[in-house]
């Protein structure tokens, strides 16, 4: 079946400090791939996503680069800023399931000023 | 409304009751999707609706749950005879037609707490 794995949070940076979240994944298939955001007191809305092997996802400075050799989907931001503290979310679409979204566990982003 | 509405937004209940959750999804979005997350854990696809069509329940985790829809309009998750392992938060998302799958519209979800 496929599944998500993401790292564990939460993860606390300062302002303008270099973001990676790890993401791989398991799945059947040639899946898409997905980051949502959840912002606090907000529902999870899609951040970026990349749809075939080598893409690039990217979206508000957050990068994703879709990694099939490792199974990999790892978000960055070069430079985050207190706004950017929410909750991260990776998530995969495969196959003859093409409405219904793996997620992984989530992964709680702090930064401070 | 302008987004995906839940009700309650908490919820305390005493294990062995019923429970109704109400989702108010986007004016005129045909799919409409049930999620939860349990502590620690991601999110759990539960049911999926899409217009007119048979709902694909193949993620509910057993008979105590059902959910409706009626048309393209609000859809309630009942879950009977609630146990402690049901404690979550229960998100539900809304889908436009012919958009993108995975361009879901959340609600901010509702968190069950069962004593």
């Known amino acids: 079946g496929n599944s998500v794995t993401q790292m564990e949070g939460p993860v606390t940076l300062s302002e303008e400090a270099f973001l990676t979240i790890n993401c791989t994944y398991t799945a059947t298939g040639y899946p898409s791939l997905f980051w949502y955001v959840q912002y606090p007191g907000e529902g999870l809305q899609l951040l970026l996503k990349a749809t075939k092997a080598d893409d690039k996802g990217s979206n508000k400075g957050f990068e994703a680069t879709y990694r099939k050799e490792t199974t990999s989907f790892h978000l960055e931001k070069g430079s985050v800023q207190v706004s950017d503290s929410a909750v991260y979310f990776c998530a995969l679409m495969s196959g003859g399931s093409n409405y219904k979204l793996t997620f992984g566990k989530g992964t709680l982003l702090t930064v401070n000023p | 409304g302008a987004g995906v509405s839940q009700s309650p937004s908490n919820k305390v209940t005493e294990k062995g009751k019923d429970v109704e959750l109400r989702c108010d999804p986007i004016?005129?979005?045909?799919?409409l999707y049930w999620y939860r997350q349990r502590l620690g854990q991601g999110l759990e696809f539960l049911i999926y609706?899409?217009?007119?069509?048979?709902?694909?329940k193949s993620g509910l985790p057993s008979d105590r749950f059902s959910a409706e829809r009626t048309g393209e309009s609000v859809s309630t998750l009942t879950i009977q005879r609630t146990q402690q392992e049901d404690s979550a938060v229960y998100l539900c998302a809304s889908k436009a037609s012919g958009s993108s799958n995975e361009k879901l519209f959340f609600g901010s979800g509702t968190q069950l707490s069962v004593l």
């Open positions: 609706f899409q217009g007119n069509s048979a709902p694909d």
């Open positions: 004016s005129g979005h045909t799919a």
